[in-house]
C-alpha cells in the first residue's frame, strides 16, 4: 500500500470515515503534516492552530494540558478545523478497561469523542479497550490509532507487544481501528498475522534541527520517517511551535510573539514540503 497515493487508498477504508477524510485532505491540500500543538493555555493553542492549519491535514491536542479549557475552545478548535480543513486527533492514548475508556472517551469535562475525528490507545489491557473505544466512537464516524510502537528511549513497545497491536488491527472486524501510532511500518512486518488490511501509520518523534530532548524522546527527519519508515503522517511539535517557548515571548512582549509566530510559519511550510517531497519519493512521482 506504501507505493499507491493517498487518492488510490481512500477506498481501502470503507467502514472508517475518518481515515478516509483524513487521506482527501492530504491529498487536496497537499500535507502529509500533522502538528502536535502542546501548549497549556487556550489562545496559544487557537494561535498556533490558526498559524499552521493551512499546511496541515491534521491537529493533533493533548486537551488535557489546557489550563483555561472551556467549551468555547472547543468551538473554535472545530471552526479552525472547518476554515482551514484538517481534522483533529485527540492523543489521549487510552489505557484502561472497555468500560472506563468508554466513559473517558464520551464524558467528563472534555467529551472528546464529540469533537476529535481520531484517537488513540494503548494495548496493555487487552482487546476491551478497542471494543469500549468502538461503541462510543464508532457512530460518530471516529477512528483509533493503536500504539505499536514509541518514539520515546527505552519504549518497551516492541517485539511481541508491537505484533500483537497489529494482529488486533488487523482482526477488528468493525475496521474503527485504522491505524497506527509508530515509528515503522508495522503492519508491513508482521503482515502474517492476521488477515492483512490497509492501516495508516502516523509517526512522532520528527525533527530536523535536533535529535532529541532532555527527557527521553528521539527526532528522526521527514525522509527517514516517511521514505525508510514508510509513515504517512509526519507528527511535529516543538520543531514548529518551538519559538513560542522563548521566555521572552512567555513574558509577554508582543514584538517577540510576533517574532515567534513568523518563525511558527516558516517551520510549518517547511515541514509540510519535506514531508510532502518524501512521500512523492516514496510513490515514485516526480514533483
Ligand atoms: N508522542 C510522541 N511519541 C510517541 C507517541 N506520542 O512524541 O511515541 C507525542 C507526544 C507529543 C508529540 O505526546 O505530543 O507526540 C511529540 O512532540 P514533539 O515533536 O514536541 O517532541
Known amino acids: 500500500f506504501t507505493r499507491q497515493s493517498y487518492a488510490d487508498r481512500v477506498a481501502h477504508f470503507g467502514n472508517n470515515e475518518a481515515a478516509r477524510l483524513l487521506l482527501e485532505t492530504m491529498e487536496r491540500k497537499e500535507t502529509n503534516l500533522c502538528v502536535s500543538v502542546d501548549v497549556t493555555k487556550k489562545q496559544d493553542l487557537l494561535d498556533v492552530v490558526d498559524a499552521v492549519g493551512q499546511d496541515v491535514a491534521l491537529i493533533k491536542t493533548h486537551i488535557d494540558i489546557v489550563e483555561d479549557f472551556d467549551q468555547d475552545l472547543i468551538h473554535q478548535l472545530t471552526a479552525l478545523s472547518k476554515k482551514h480543513d484538517f481534522l483533529i486527533f485527540e492523543d489521549r492514548k487510552f489505557a484502561d478497561i472497555g468500560n472506563t475508556v468508554s466513559l473517558q472517551y464520551s464524558s467528563g469535562v472534555h467529551k472528546i469523542a464529540s469533537w476529535s475525528h481520531i484517537t488513540n490507545a494503548h494495548m496493555v489491557p487487552g482487546r476491551g479497550v478497542i471494543t469500549g473505544l468502538a461503541k462510543v ?126 518563525s511558527v510559519r516558516e517551520q510549518s511550510q517547511r515541514y509540510k514540503e519535506e514531508g510532502w517531497r518524501a512521500y512523492l519519493k516514496r510513490i515514485g512521482v516526480s514533483p
Do not use: H, W
Open 137 to 262: 466512537g464508532q457512530p460518530l464516524g471516529r477512528g483509533l490509532l493503536l500504539l505499536a510502537e514509541m518514539s520515546s528511549a527505552g519504549s518497551l513497545a516492541k517485539g511481541e507487544y508491537t505484533k500483537t497491536c497489529v494482529e488486533e488491527a488487523f482482526n477488528d472486524q468493525s475496521e474503527f481501528v485504522c491505524g497506527f501510532i509508530a515509528q515503522s511500518r508495522v503492519d508491513e512486518r508482521f503482515a502474517n498475522v492476521g488477515k492483512k488490511r490497509d492501516l495508516l501509520v502516523l509517526t512522532p518523534g520528527v525533527g530536523l534541527d535536533v535529535k532529541g530532548d532532555a527527557l527521553g524522546q528521539q527526532y528522526r527527519t521527514p525522509e527517514e520517517v516517511v521514505i525508510d519508515g514508510g509513515s504517512d503522517v509526519i507528527i511535529v511539535g516543538r520543531g514548529i511551535y518551538g519559538a513560542l517557548l522563548d521566555p521572552q515571548v512567555a513574558e509577554g512582549g508582543s514584538l517577540a510573539r510576533a517574532k515567534a509566530f513568523v
